[in-house]
């Protein structure tokens, strides 16, 4: 699998200099030097939020490559299709990173996991199931 711009030894190396050197460059979607579909993983450091939902996370986790999140309990719900990191600190995401980039079973499992949860909520399947509480409730009536 083809390597983003930041290898591992830099990404400690980000994390012990001060915020201003990380990059926090966004996308806009259009065009990016590392599509998340190539990338090894894609890695969403959030904080404490008050959102009830991550769009980022769903657009994460349709990329096909393994997730790594921080604790923020915006990503609750993809628990298992995800991998946790240790904490929202640059270092513990760091460390966390390492470790998913050395455990290439790992993260093929994150694979096959997300691609479950996302077929879970895949429109055919959400459309069938409400065409079926539908059918009942008008059934009932």
Same mark, same amino acid.
């Not at 460059?25 to 065009?31: I, L």
């Not at 009830?52 to 996370?57: E, I, Q, R």
């Given at each position: 699998m083809p390597r983003c711009p930041t290898p591992p030894r830099r990404l400690?190396?980000?994390?012990? &200099?001060?915020? $201003? +050197?990380? $990059?926090t460059?966004? &996308?806009? /979607?259009? $065009?990016t030097s590392c599509p998340s579909s190539r990338c090894d993983i894609v890695a969403l450091p959030y904080g404490a939020t008050e959102e &009830? +939902? $991550? /769009? @980022? !996370?769903r657009l994460a986790l349709a990329s096909g490559a393994p997730i790594a999140v921080t604790p923020a309990a915006i990503f609750d719900e993809a628990e298992g299709a995800v991998a946790r990191l240790a904490g929202d600190l640059p270092l513990q995401i760091a460390t966390g990173l390492d470790a998913l980039l050395a455990d290439a079973p790992r993260r093929r +499992? !994150?694979?096959a996991a997300a691609a479950a949860w996302m077929a879970e909520? @895949?429109?055919p399947r959400v459309a069938a199931l409400f065409a079926a509480i539908l059918a009942t409730e008008v059934a009932a009536a």
């Open positions: 400690r190396a980000a994390a012990r &200099s001060p915020p $201003s +050197a990380a $990059s460059a966004r &996308s806009t /979607g259009a $065009s &009830s +939902a $991550s /769009g @980022a !996370l +499992a !994150l694979q909520r @895949a429109w």
